[in-house]
């Protein structure tokens, strides 16, 4: 019988969670599968594939427009949804909650409807050095269109934001602040609450790209103070195609709607339509209706878990990676940022990334290898690219311990 | 030169049929392969001499030489460097006509696809383009 403090102490057991995600089991090349390419996207648990394939076989029909039975079924679990991730980023209502097709989309989202309406000559937009193409180039685009100046906040060695520069940068012309909360390169977690808090002492409204963050890190949009929110549902043991944008009601109602078609509008006739309210207005045509059913499921997965035990263990994986890593010669640590989640990146002063990313996957680890969406910090670090392993609640210190052993072993095996 | 083009095809099918299909065997015998390609001189590794498609750096140049085609080349990345220099041991010092009308069997034989995953197998696609793009200037240019 285990004692009770034994008990306490397991109460987060990753082999039982593991267990749920049918993905993991499985041999590569000869080896038992080692996730670790969880920033770009994880696996997904049987309660999320289950309900997909249980949504086709039970509920499917078009939403918000049959008074049938199943419309109104199938209505009732996507909107469904919207709750689930109302409460999940503690977002005041449902209608803040915009269904997209992923973090991209709701960047662009936001880009071509608030940044197309609000931005003018000489305004300034500011991002940082460390962010995805993703939180770039919809930006760089409608800057040059609208004669706006894209400012962008410097990084240390280290990886760490420069706040001193970002304030030196905030200005009356500052109008949007676009910036990561955890970077998928270098796994650092910005300040980003400190972050917002002077840009709205400037008058700037801001986005957070929290693509990374929202799978390691409880999100509270209203205790951020955050203006938009973006996240997509792969990068949260949720499917693909799915994504939110969250935004403060008085701005999506001020924002113009973005594609037209069936679903945002209110009335049409050929002289004039319209809109439908929030937040209908920016859903037009049919959605992706089966994977944000499903997406709710990979929602309740995650808040089923006890989300502080996740954290530490995920923590301990890194920082055992890491620490790992700093041991064998000719490897080098990219992002040792102080607060730092789910992300190791390294690189070999003797093997190329693609190489090693070839020799771990021979020995069934998959990681990721090359620039990560973020060729502009990697000419600021001056490096073309990285190794990135990446951590999700189901990966284990074994797998950890296996993936360094075969890292020390390539790098001896090389030297030869 | 005294083997064929497809003599030498046929020995790189065999020296991976004997790797049994084992990946990092395979991985790292293609890695040893790039270590016996002749060093490519640095004044050669300019932007000119890049082949575009391969995600990795790939610098190939040649020349021309009693009615044959002469491959140099380098890779910053071993996988790719072994890759290049499979091509080069089947078609160094062949005459253009030769390596125009080769059939490039063997890497479908290998299953190159499965080994090297689709992304370096359209580099692998672009290395073949260049070489025999090369292979198709000597032919206009000299008349052959
Ligand atoms: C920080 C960050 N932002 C944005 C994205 C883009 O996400 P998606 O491709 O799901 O739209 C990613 C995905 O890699 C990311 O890591």
């Known amino acids: 019988m285990p004692t009770l403090t034994a008990v306490k102490k397991n109460k987060f057991d990753v082999l039982s969670v593991r267990a749920k995600f049918p993905a993991l089991h499985q041999q590569v090349n000869g080896h038992p599968l080692v996730y670790f390419d969880n920033a770009a996207t994880s696996q997904k648990p049987e309660e999320v594939i289950d309900a997909l394939s249980h949504f086709y076989k039970n509920d499917n029909a078009n939403i918000h427009r049959g008074i049938h039975t199943l419309a ?3 209505t009732a679990e996507y909107e469904k949804t919207r709750k689930a991730v109302q409460s999940f980023i503690y977002a005041g209502e449902p209608e803040e909650i915009i269904f997209t097709s992923g973090t991209t989309g709701s960047i662009n989202l936001v880009v071509q409807t608030y940044g197309r309406k609000f931005l003018k000559e000489d305004d300034e937009v500011i991002i940082s050095a460390m962010e995805h193409h993703s939180n770039i180039v919809p930006w760089q685009m409608i800057c040059e269109e609208k004669g706006a100046k ?8 280290r990886g760490e934001l420069i706040l001193e520069e970002y304030k030196k940068l905030l200005s009356s012309k500052t109008k949007i602040v676009s910036i990561v909360y955890v970077s998928n390169t270098l796994g650092t977690i910005n300040p980003v609450k400190e972050i917002i808090d002077m840009a709205h002492h400037a008058g700037a409204k801001v986005l957070v790209d929290a693509a990374q963050a929202i799978i390691h890190i409880p999100i509270n949009v209203q205790d951020l103070d955050c203006d938009f929110l973006a996240f997509s549902g792969h990068k949260v043991y949720g499917p693909s195609g799915t994504g939110v944008l969250y935004g403060k009601r008085e701005l999506l109602e001020a924002m113009p709607p973005w594609q037209g078609g069936g679903e945002m509008i209110k009335e049409v006739t050929f002289e004039k339509t319209t809109y439908n309210e929030l937040p209908y207005k920016f859903e037009a045509g049919t959605p992706n209706i089966a994977d944000v059913v499903t997406m709710k499921y990979a929602i309740d997965f995650v808040e089923g878990l006890d ?3 996740v954290a530490a263990h995920e923590h301990h994986l890194l ?11 000719g490897i080098r640590l990219i992002g040792t940022a102080k607060h730092k989640t789910g992300v190791a990146s390294f690189i070999s002063d003797r093997i190329h990334h693609f190489d ?3 020799m771990l996957d021979a020995r069934g680890i998959a990681i990721r290898t090359g620039h990560h969406c973020t060729e502009p910090l990697m000419n600021v670090l001056g490096i073309e690219g990285t190794n990135r392993a990446s951590f999700a609640v189901y990966n284990t210190e074994e797998e950890v311990d296996y993936f360094l052993g075969t890292v020390r072993e390539i790098v001896q095996k090389k030297k030869k | 030169m005294n083997q064929t083009i497809n003599e030498i095809q046929n020995e790189v099918v065999d020296e991976f049929s004997m790797l049994g299909g084992d990946m990092e065997s395979t991985v790292f015998y293609i890695m040893e392969l790039g270590n016996h390609l002749p060093p490519m001189d640095e004044r050669y590794k300019v932007k000119e001499n890049l082949v575009k498609g391969c995600q990795s750096k790939v610098w190939l140049s040649t020349y021309f030489k009693d009615g044959k085609v002469f491959f140099l080349a380098d890779s910053n990345t071993d996988v790719t460097k072994g890759l290049i220099s499979m091509l080069i041991r089947i078609w160094n010092g062949r005459t253009p006509k030769e390596i125009l009308g080769t059939d490039l069997y063997f890497i479908d034989k290998i299953g ?3 080994v090297v995953g689709s992304q370096r197998s359209n580099g692998f696609a672009s290395m073949i383009r260049q070489m025999k793009l090369y292979a198709l200037g000597y032919q206009q240019q000299h008349a052959l």
């Open chain 1, 307 to 309: 989300r502080e035990a």
């Open chain 1, 356 to 358: 090693m990313g070839m």
């Open chain 1, 150 to 157: 894209l400012k962008v906040i410097p990084v240390t060695k």
């Open chain 1, 72 to 74: 109104e079924r199938a």
């Open chain 2, 112 to 114: 190159m696809q499965r």
């Open chain 1, 319 to 329: 920082q055992k990676t890491m620490e790992g890593l700093a041991e064998i010669e």
